[in-house]
């Protein structure tokens, strides 16, 4: 079974703090995902790698940064968070395929900033 | 770019069909994939079209016409379980990444 695992279910933060988001799968994924989905809004992607060191932008990527030092991690950026990033983040993994994409995705982390 | 249309909300009782329908327009289209999530848990895939027609899964079957840029999910049987939002997502042609719909929320009653 695939496990996904995100450093927090929830956290507050003030404005203006650095914040890091942490995910951990252990299936041995190359492509990770982070997603921050809003009420109305769906999933909207945010960054993704498909390999270590490896990183591109995804729908939304402004005010966020990410890094994938190993093939298991991949952390999530808010280099000076703000009220608008209040949301929920969604962490995800795959393995790439020519057909069928299936992303198996972490409980997620309620992220409230002040 | 992508952009995928679905019903913001569907209510059904037990033991009924609910379909949820999806309109995307893309600039490429590998397949369509649906997924569920319940109320403050993670997405969870349930099934993946790449060619026209019906894929079945138990209670819960997909459906896809590439020419119409159209594809459904239906739930038979209701269960109160499955009450949840349902994503659709299309696959990017170049990279592994999924472009999802706003989903549907179903809300299923005794």
């Known amino acids: 079974d695939v496990k996904v695992t995100q450093s927090s279910r929830y956290l507050v933060k003030r404005t203006g703090e650095k914040v890091f988001l942490e995910c951990v799968q252990d299936m041995d994924h190359e492509n990770m995902f982070w997603y921050r989905q809003d009420p109305g809004l769906g999933l909207r992607l945010i960054y993704f790698s498909y390999d270590v060191k490896m990183k591109e932008k995804g729908d939304i990527p402004e005010g966020y940064s990410v890094s994938r030092e190993k093939k298991e991690r991949f952390s999530l950026i808010l280099e000076s968070a703000s009220t608008n990033q209040t949301s929920m983040y969604l962490c995800a993994s795959s393995r790439p395929s020519s057909g069928r994409e299936t992303q198996y995705f972490g409980p997620g982390t309620r992220l409230l900033v002040l | 770019g992508q952009s995928l249309e679905q019903p913001s909300e569907v209510t059904a009782v037990e033991g009924a069909i609910v379909q949820i329908n999806c309109t995307y327009q893309t600039s490429g289209f590998y397949g369509l994939s649906w997924y569920q999530q319940h109320d403050g848990g993670a997405p969870t895939f349930l099934s993946y079209?790449?060619?026209?027609g019906l894929e079945e899964t138990g209670r819960f079957s997909s459906f896809l016409s590439r020419s119409d840029s159209y594809g459904y999910l239906l739930l038979q049987e209701l269960q109160m379980k499955d009450s949840a939002s349902y994503f659709c997502?299309?696959?990017?042609?170049?990279?592994?990444?999924?472009?999802f719909g706003k989903g549907t929320m179903l809300l299923v009653s005794p």
């Open positions: 997502a299309v696959r990017d042609e170049g990279y592994s990444t999924l472009t």
């Open positions: 079209n790449a060619l026209d």
